[in-house]
């Protein structure tokens, strides 16, 4: 069984560029979640798909989007990246939207 | 508001010296707390789900334990290879299926 897998792996970006990440999801999960980790802080949610939808969003600006795919993958969007968006971006999927999430290697964005 | 408080930051133990990490939380009602592991550089890892108040589980060196306002995870004679951040979250009922999670305990194993 493949588990969550993440590309790219590291990316360097310039002020004001855009970005996207990508995720495959846990074969038989239904629920991708995308957080964000500064380094030495805990992961901070940013936003939660379900079937394709939308399922909840933190407390991130709208230039952070999203996309699920229906066989359950998912991209992250940034557009007009700061550099307090340097970062590790991590994907999680879940069976069900309750259920435990697994987490992927991550993408380390570094933004210059 | 939630809030995920977890001590010590950072943990040395000689290899068999047990000890355990504690995370505080305060949320106005729990779906569950799950433990993970994190190696540098990596994902966190899962470990446990907690959902009530006096519910234990254990995978070989550790045990996890959950009451109404904080979980221990005890790890017992530990190894070098147990060296990591341990990062404790919460999924609140009231707010999505989120986790909200602490800044974790830095834990170094030493020979």
């Known amino acids: 069984e493949t588990g969550v897998t993440q590309s790219p792996t590291h990316l360097i970006k310039t002020r004001g560029q855009q970005v996207t990440l990508r995720c495959s999801s846990q074969s038989g999960h239904n629920t991708v979640s995308w957080y964000q980790q500064a380094l030495g802080q805990g992961p901070q949610f940013i936003f939660q798909?379900?079937?394709?939808?939308?399922?909840g969003r933190g407390n991130f600006p709208p230039r952070f989007s999203g996309l699920q795919f229906p066989n359950y993958s998912s991209e992250l969007n940034v557009n007009a990246l700061e550099l307090d968006d340097s970062a590790l971006y991590l994907c999680?999927?879940?069976?069900?939207?309750?259920?435990?999430?697994?987490f992927g290697p991550g993408t380390r964005l570094t933004v210059t | 508001e939630d809030q995920v408080t977890q001590s010590p930051e950072a943990l040395r133990l000689q290899e068999g010296e047990s000890s355990s990490l504690n995370c505080s939380y305060t949320v106005s009602g729990l779906r569950g707390l799950f433990w993970y592991r994190q190696d540098p550089g990596k994902g966190p890892e899962f470990l446990f789900t907690l959902y009530s108040a006096g519910e234990e589980k254990e995978k070989e060196r550790l045990k996890a334990t959950l009451t109404k306002k904080e979980s221990f995870l005890h790890i017992t004679a530990p190894k070098p290879e147990d060296s990591a951040t341990y990062l404790c979250?919460?999924?609140?009922?009231?707010?999505?299926?989120?986790?909200?999670f602490g800044k974790g305990t830095s834990l170094l194993v030493t020979p």
């Open positions: 979250a919460v999924q609140p009922l009231n707010s999505g299926y989120a986790l909200n």
């Open positions: 999680a999927s879940s069976k069900d939207r309750t259920y435990e999430q697994y």
């Open positions: 798909y379900y079937r394709e939808e939308e399922n």
